[in-house]
């Protein structure tokens, strides 16, 4: 394998698919990062006990920017060759010799990478094709934003540390869980065939990281056990949770004794300002009532002092006589993915859930939260 | 105590004297801020066990920034006040009770904090203002940048965690060092006494964050265990450390075998590149030699790889015969710190201290690092 490649350009795809490697591997192998070299472009792969990525980075005839004298691959420390490529100006010349020495060159700088053997890094896991689903980038990260950050950070019931998607009738429900609160988003997407599958959180996290600029079509393949997102550059294997994933949809109230219209910016503020006080509690208490038509917001601890405010509700329908304890942290994280200018809360009494809703119409999310005891 | 204040002055303003206080204080007034209200503008007093920083902010007539409405002091929470203030809208208006009980209004937000006796805050210590000294804050902050990153990071020799700043013969010499390398620089100042005092590294690191923007003169008393570093806004009490400060003077050599020019920035470029592999070393071993009328840096280890680069000498007089081994660790921070496009190298064997030497003539600055026996 030689070639010559645009040291920008290289820096980037190698810290991409760096990132996915584990530098803790007990695989000697693992630690390094493949680089295969063919006349049309360079492909690098990495990974983790959890993911694969493979990146593909294509020769382009008129910038110049990729030369291939020969093809063939290389597997060589993630760490010291991403530092190094990261260093080094302008252009570098690959080459890797058949004692799996990998020599990179730019100008008159010199270096010699002790690699491993190409041919024993583990093969990609087969995934069938056909079962396969396409979704547009842009909505399916809003999708991962908007319910992983709910799923449980413990190991306790492992189904719940991962997000599940369920494609049917020509919709996707997204839902995460950690059994005190719950996101849920539903997005109308072309379906071929009926099928559900639980995503570990960091799998979902890493591909929203790697398809950043990235604005076309996912497609989605999933088999036993494997998950593969794929665009024209990136690919990302995940393996999948098993196990069955409790049915959430009996959780979501259908009728409620309060609703409140809010602004959701001013909303997110006061909730943030709030915590502040509620911190020093095991569960971040925060306290919403209505006072006088208006929404008011309090935290306090009886060591540091209380705060206390007031905020306009737009709207009001149903009973206005409300008073709850909620987690203000998890209030503030779902209201952190909401984009609309305006929330509705629904309340069915200071003991029941409350569900955050979006007022968005072209997809539907909402949030779940379960309140807590106050004292 | 009541006055009303810009949110963002005020904000600015705490969280500059927040970060000297520590929260992890055996007295719990310590890891208060002190307010103090005066019809000039208001006073934030902050402290460590190291340093005292007191920070002015004035009242201005015409942006009418601040509104004093009662003089007077409260002493509370840094943690929860700034974190406070900096999550509240526009103005705030503060105000105390005489149970220590610190109101902070914003709009419609109402917030209670528990203070602190303001008369229990400990005193500022009492410095003897006969002998001080003035010097410009932009070259104050030079002389610091270039010495205190020198100094030793463990205690086994305390005056060695410290930069040593001898005032005579109307010059400054500053000096640091951790006895494998030394940095000195030179300045001339107006001197009315001489003076000389060990500052900790930290005192110093914390003045050239306060003074980030200032551009004025500091001036700066020191008397038995206490030095003042002190702007129009900002007052740094911290202690000295006591002690003898070894004489660094005779460790400077006066002639060498060897001296290279070289691009400053693209040796710091070359040692980074060669750092990388050194750090599998205990000491960040790399190589300098002369090859062709080249220098040639290099570094490796078996396990990972080998690296070599040359670059261009700009002028080399003396002995063109050199192999040397240093912590290429020690050499990248030393060149870090100087501005000048060429640098000057002197050598005197391989068992002898290289000496670095900024080629700027206003000022004298120089940098020894010993070699380390390479095997």
């Not at 919709?171 to 065939?193: E, G, P």
Request: aromatic share 6%; net charge negative.
């Amino acid at each position: 394998m030689k070639f010559t490649i645009d040291q920008k350009l290289f820096s980037k795809a190698l810290s991409d698919v760096g990132r996915a490697v584990s530098q803790k591997s007990l695989v000697p192998i693992l630690s390094g990062i493949k680089v295969i070299a063919e006349d049309e472009g360079i492909t690098l792969i990495g990974t983790n006990s959890d993911i694969i990525i493979k990146r593909f980075t294509p020769r382009d005839e008129t910038s110049r920017n990729i030369r291939i004298d020969q093809t063939g691959s290389a597997v060589v420390s993630e760490r010291y060759f991403t530092e190094l490529i990261r260093k080094l100006p302008e252009e570098v010349t690959i080459e890797v010799d058949d004692k799996q020495v990998v020599k990179v060159r730019s100008g008159d700088i010199f270096t010699h990478l002790n690699g491993f053997r190409a041919d024993e890094y583990p093969q990609l896991p087969e995934i069938n094709g056909t079962n396969s689903i396409s979704m547009d980038a842009k909505e399916l990260k809003e999708v991962i934003k908007q319910t992983v950050f709910a799923t449980a950070k413990n190991e306790t019931r492992p189904v719940l540390t991962g997000v599940h998607f369920r494609f049917s009738n020509n919709q996707l429900t997204a839902v995460a869980t950690n059994s005190q609160r719950l996101a849920s988003r539903i997005n109308d997407v072309y379906v071929k065939q009926e099928t559900s599958f639980i995503v570990p959180s960091s799998s979902l996290n890493e591909l929203v990281k790697q398809t950043i600029d990235y604005s076309g079509i996912v497609k989605i393949h999933s088999s036993d056990g494997y998950i593969l997102f794929e665009t024209d550059q990136v690919s990302l294997y995940s393996r999948l949770i098993s196990g069955h994933y409790p049915n959430t949809s009996k959780l979501i109230p259908n009728e409620q004794n309060t609703m409140l219209s809010l602004n959701k910016e001013r909303l997110e503020k006061g909730i943030e300002r709030a915590c502040l006080f509620a911190g020093e509690w095991k569960n971040n208490n925060i306290t919403l009532s209505i006072k006088d038509h208006k929404l008011c917001i309090s935290s306090g601890s009886s060591e540091m002092g209380q705060i206390q405010e007031l905020q306009e509700i737009m709207d009001l329908t149903g009973d206005a006589d409300l008073k709850i304890s909620i987690d203000g942290h998890f209030l503030k994280e779902a209201l952190h993915t909401i984009m609309d200018e305006e929330i509705n809360i629904k309340f069915n009494g200071s003991m029941r859930p409350i569900v955050i809703e979006s007022t968005h119409q072209k997809s539907s999310y909402l949030h779940l939260i379960s309140p807590v005891r106050s004292f």
